[in-house]
């Protein structure tokens, strides 16, 4: 059974901290995401990565860096913890096929973080 | 930039009752759709995928979705939903020039009582 693995499923930090969230793949996918989900908006797309050590920001990627050191491991980083970033923070793979083998994503359960 | 409209954010039906879920897009070329599931307290899903052919895709759990090309549009549908399928949907975009690149809806949070 294939597996996104989001490290912790639930976190709380202070104001100001670092924080960092950890992504695990075993399907050995080139690609990789990170989202976060809030209620009425949706999945908005923090980065993506295509490969090792690369990285691309998506639509809202203030406040957040990303590493990704090896390819089965994608690592999204709260340089500063504000009260604003908590949220449910969503992992996500994919291969590189298109057409019919585009799959979509492969999604982590999850990680709620509340910044107090 | 392209956009996913969800037009219905929270739907209450009751058991037996026939569901559909509205999506538009915006994007003007040659696009693959997804409907994804996200059950209370689990991870997303995928439910069904169109990529060609037949635009009437059938999923799992006795959903369905009909691709309109002319009004930009995939719609979710179930004849008779149950209330195991309370649960949140998003539909999802990708240009087929974008990669893997997926533009997610907001969301259409479904409530049914049993």
């Known amino acids: 059974d294939v597996k996104v693995t989001q490290s912790s499923r639930y976190l709380v930090k202070r104001t100001g901290e670092k924080v960092f969230l950890e992504c695990v793949q075993d399907m050995d996918h080139e690609n990789m995401f990170w989202y976060r989900q809030d209620p009425g908006l949706g999945l908005r797309l923090i980065y993506f990565s295509y490969d090792v050590k690369m990285k691309e920001k998506g639509d809202i990627p203030e406040g957040y860096s990303v590493s990704r050191e090896k390819k089965e491991r994608f690592s999204l980083i709260l340089e500063s913890a504000s009260t604003n970033q908590t949220s449910m923070y969503l992992c996500a793979s994919s291969s590189l096929g298109t057409g019919s083998d585009n799959y979509g994503y492969t999604f982590g359960s999850g990680t709620r973080l509340t910044v107090v | 930039a392209q956009s996913v409209s969800q037009h219905n954010h929270h739907v209450i039906l009751s058991e037996a009752a026939s569901l559909e879920l509205g999506c538009n897009y915006s994007y003007g070329g040659t696009v693959n759709l997804f409907w994804y599931v996200q059950y209370p307290g689990q991870h997303l899903q995928l439910l069904l995928k169109?990529?060609?052919?037949?635009?009437l895709v059938k999923g799992i759990k006795g959903f369905e979705a009909e691709f309109i090309k002319s009004k930009f549009s995939f719609n979710l549908r179930k004849p008779s939903v149950q209330w195991s399928d309370t649960a949140e949907y998003f539909c999802a975009v990708n240009p087929i020039n974008a990669g893997n690149m997926l533009t997610f809806g907001g969301g259409t949070r479904l409530m049914v009582k049993p």
């Open positions: 169109y990529f060609s052919g037949d635009p």
